[in-house]
């Protein structure tokens, strides 16, 4: 578990991204060196945990900051944008947070829902095909966008760089206050 230093509120959320950063990197080099699948799994669960978990810690410190209540027992994004909503408080953390959530475009989005369907049932033991009957032919095209695919591992590193900025970003909203 991560401590966080009391003195500046960014350096924990930043310590989480770092987290991520260091874990992807060895997703990387286990799977070049032929892991287990579950092994893998449970890396980039990992990847995706620390990331938002950062955006989560920020979204918080703003609510502390701007005095929404009950903001510390909240665990998602939405959540914690409808607990600013319902109290009526603007904060430009969690404007952004929620223009970048809520844009498809953004890998902030694609995060969000890979954490969600990790958080369901059926997500938790992903197959990388259904399985499959003894001696069965199957020709299988390979998909970069599985997960642990080429375009899975790439999107985890922009989600890594866009988790970063957005902590740098807000960094300057909260050193003004």
Avoid: C
Wanted: charged content about 20%; cysteine-free; glycine content about 6%.
């Amino acid at each position: 578990m991560s401590r966080m230093v009391r003195e500046n509120q960014v350096s924990g959320l930043r310590e989480r991204q770092w987290f991520a950063q260091v874990l992807l990197r060895q997703l990387q080099q286990r799977q070049q060196d032929g892991a287990a699948h579950g092994e893998l799994l449970a890396l980039r669960g990992a990847v995706l945990f620390h990331l938002y978990s950062a955006l989560v810690g920020l979204a918080r410190n703003a609510g502390s900051n701007y005095a929404v209540t009950d903001i510390e027992q909240l665990l998602s994004l939405p959540s914690i944008t409808r607990a600013f909503a319902q109290q009526q408080v603007q904060s430009p953390e969690i404007n952004l947070i929620e223009a970048a959530r809520t844009n498809a475009a953004d890998v902030i989005h694609w995060l969000e829902q890979q954490v969600m369907a990790a958080n369901a049932a059926s997500g938790l033991a992903r197959r990388p095909l259904p399985p499959q009957e003894e001696g069965m032919l199957a020709m299988v095209a390979d998909d970069p966008n599985a997960v642990l695919a080429s375009g899975d591992i790439e999107r985890l590193h922009s989600a890594v760089a866009r988790v970063k900025e957005v902590l740098e970003a807000a960094a300057a909203h909260m050193e003004e206050w």
